[in-house]
C-alpha cells in the first residue's frame, strides 16, 4: 500500500500529520493508493472532491469536531486498521445548471444539492422527474436533493428522512416549505433525474450549490446520480458508515 497523508490548517490536525509522518513511510499526494486525511468533515469532503476522478482510497481520521466521514485519530497500528478497514462506495450527484445570463456550469455533490433564495422573497420552483411535472410551483425558502451519504447533514436538519447506504434512493426535501404547505418531500430511485424550473427568476432570485460549487441566479437545474464516478471510503469495522447512519435514526 502506497499512503499518502493530507491535514487540513489546524494545529490539531498538523500536529497528527508530524506524528504519522514520523512512524510510516509517507507517498506523495498524486501517487498514493489510499489517502489518509486529516482534519474534520469539511476538509474529508475537499480532499474528496480533489481526487473524485482518481482510482483512490480514502481514510479519514478525525481532527476536527464532528467527524462522520472520519475514523478515530490513533497513531499506532494505522496499517493493520487501513487492511482490516470496511469500504464503501458512493456515487456523488451532478448538478448542471444554467442561469439568468445563459451561463452554463457542471458540479458535483457528494452530499446534496441545494436551491435557495437569495433575496427577502420566497422562490418559486416547479419539480420535475424523469421529465414528467411532479410539483406544478413549490413556494418556499428553497429544496435540496441528498445522497444517503448526505442524508445526515442538511437534509436531516430540514426534516429530511436519513437513507441508510446502498439504499437506492435519493431525498427530496422542501425547506421552509410554505405551499403546498403539507408537502413533506420525496424519496426517489437512484437512477432519476431531477428538474428544477425556476418561476420569477429575476424577481425571485434562486442561488444553487452542489457542495462547495454555487450559481448565482439560476433558471433551470438538473440533477441526477452520477454513476461513471465511484468514491471509495474506508471505516474501521467496528463503526462504520452503514452503523453511523442507522445509529442516527436512534438518537433523541
Same mark, same amino acid.
Given at each position: ?55 483512490? /482510497? ?22 493493520? #486498521?487501513? %487492511?482490516?478497514?470496511? =469500504?464503501?462506495?458512493? !456515487? ?13 456550469? *457542471? =458540479?458535483?455533490? *457528494? ?5 435557495? #433564495? ?36 442538511? !437534509? ?13 434512493? *435519493? ?5 421552509? @416549505? ?10 426517489? @430511485?437512484? /437512477?432519476?433525474?431531477?428538474?428544477? %424550473?425556476?418561476?420569477? =427568476?429575476?424577481?425571485? @432570485? ?31 469495522? %467496528?463503526?462504520?458508515?452503514?452503523? #453511523? ?8
Amino acid at each position: 500500500m502506497k499512503i499518502g497523508f493530507v491535514a487540513d490548517k489546524s494545529d490539531v490536525a498538523q500536529t497528527a500529520l508530524k506524528t504519522l509522518i514520523s512512524q510510516y513511510t509517507a507517498t506523495p499526494e498524486m501517487e498514493a493508493d489510499i489517502l489518509v486525511v486529516l482534519g474534520g468533515d469539511g476538509f474529508m469532503l475537499e480532499t474528496m472532491h480533489r481526487h473524485m476522478f482518481r482510482d483512490v /482510497a480514502f481514510y479519514g481520521m478525525n481532527c476536527g469536531s464532528i467527524g462522520f466521514l472520519l475514523n478515530a485519530f490513533k497513531p499506532d497500528h494505522l496499517m493493520q #486498521r487501513l %487492511e482490516e478497514a470496511k =469500504a464503501v462506495r458512493l !456515487n456523488p450527484l451532478t448538478m448542471e445548471a444554467l442561469n439568468t445570463k445563459g451561463y452554463y456550469t *457542471i =458540479a458535483h455533490a *457528494i452530499n446534496e444539492v441545494s436551491l435557495f #433564495r437569495e433575496t427577502r422573497q420566497a422562490a418559486k420552483i416547479g419539480i420535475y422527474v424523469d421529465g414528467v411535472k411532479r410539483l406544478e410551483e413549490l413556494t418556499c425558502d428553497g429544496v435540496l436533493a441528498a445522497t444517503p451519504a448526505g442524508s445526515t447533514a442538511y !437534509n436531516l436538519s430540514a426534516h429530511g428522512p436519513i437513507l441508510p447506504m446502498g439504499c437506492g434512493l *435519493i431525498a427530496l426535501t422542501p425547506i421552509s @416549505p410554505f405551499r403546498p404547505r403539507r408537502w413533506k418531500g420525496a424519496l426517489l @430511485p437512484h /437512477a432519476s433525474k431531477i428538474t428544477f %424550473e425556476i418561476h420569477e =427568476a429575476d424577481k425571485r @432570485p434562486v442561488l444553487a450549490a452542489a457542495d462547495f460549487t454555487e450559481m448565482r441566479d439560476v433558471v433551470k437545474v438538473e440533477v441526477y446520480t452520477n454513476h461513471k464516478i465511484s468514491l471509495k471510503i474506508l471505516f474501521d469495522s %467496528e463503526y462504520h458508515l452503514e452503523e #453511523r447512519i442507522l445509529n442516527e435514526q436512534f438518537m433523541v
